[in-house]
């Protein structure tokens, strides 16, 4: 594993300090994503904090044209993860949101937008994180089968992750990676979008499914939990068998709980 740190020995160098974005979906809907999170982080040597200020990142309000509320979200996030190395989330959508569209709601306010663009650069997606930043070359964890992934639309085309997550995979013992066609299409999901235009978001996630069903694998990952939770309910609606989780589940050995859109999903650190 390499890092950024200076030329003192590895022993001597303090433990990179994270603070964790939790994110709201997987604080309410998965949070066994934020488990497998801090342990992959911990595993790395990183200390792992999970500030108690933090909300949501303010995606939501922004997305629906009410930028005095995001940006109120945005300084308590701000504000909050300011004393941390790193800021690291298990979602792409949420960190395109701090990384990209931070700073240009504060156009006008010059220390905010400092502080904001700041904060962006050290905020990273988990898998990004391991990475990227930690260089992370061995995982001593199994999963037994065959897996595709999903890229989500936030994070491949605001953080460019794309290579990242399938190299981790790589290091899975006994996982076998079937690509699908198109995976880089949007499943129909967008947060807000899915609200707006629900027979265009039906019929995306539907071409997905199709997709990840075509692919033959037995299990769908992916690094977004909104994307995953809608594939995961239309593939329940549909009536196919094929798991789906957190890539960051996988990768911390953390598989051993209901797949998403399974009974008790919430459950799933107990």
């Known amino acids: 594993m390499t890092s950024d740190a200076n030329s003192r020995p590895q022993s001597a160098r303090p433990p ?17 994503v934020g488990f497998a999170s801090v ?17 949501c990142c303010g995606q939501p ?8 509320d995001a940006q109120h979200i945005a300084r308590q996030v701000i504000a909050a993860f300011e004393p941390y190395d790193y ?38 997606e988990i898998v990004s994180f391991l990475h990227d930043v930690l260089g992370i070359d061995a995982l001593d964890v199994a999963h037994k ?24 995979l790589g290091k899975v013992s006994g996982l076998e990676l ?18 707006k235009y629900p027979k265009i978001s039906e019929h995306l996630v539907s071409n997905k499914v199709a997709n990840v069903v075509d692919s033959g694998a037995e299990t769908l990952l992916g690094g977004d939990l909104g994307c995953l939770l809608n594939i995961a309910g239309r593939i329940k609606r549909e009536g196919f068998a094929t798991k789906v989780y957190h890539v960051a589940e996988v990768l911390a050995g953390m598989t051993d709980v209901p797949a998403i859109g399974d009974a008790a999903t919430r459950d799933a650190s107990k």
């Not at 065959?146 to 190299?167: F, K, M, N, W």
Request: net charge negative; glycine share 10%; proline share 4%.
């Open 16 to 32: 990179i300090g994270v603070g964790l974005f939790v994110t709201c979906l997987v604080d309410l809907m998965r949070p066994n």
């Open 39 to 55: 342990k992959l982080l911990e595993d790395a040597g990183c200390r792992v904090e999970v500030p108690e200020l933090q909300t």
């Open 61 to 68: 309000a922004y997305n629906s044209g009410d930028f005095t």
């Open 87 to 124: 800021l690291v989330a298990p979602s792409g959508s949420c960190v395109g949101m701090i990384r990209e569209h931070y700073p240009r709601l504060f156009a006008t306010d010059v220390e905010w937008r400092n502080r904001a663009a700041r904060l962006g650069e050290r905020s990273y």
């Open 145 to 168: 089968g065959s897996v595709t992934y999903h890229d989500s639309c936030s994070g491949l085309r605001e953080l460019d992750i794309h290579h990242q997550p399938r190299a981790l």
């Open 178 to 195: 079937r690509e699908m066609a198109d995976s880089n299409v949007c499943c129909g999901f967008g947060g807000t979008f899915c609200v």
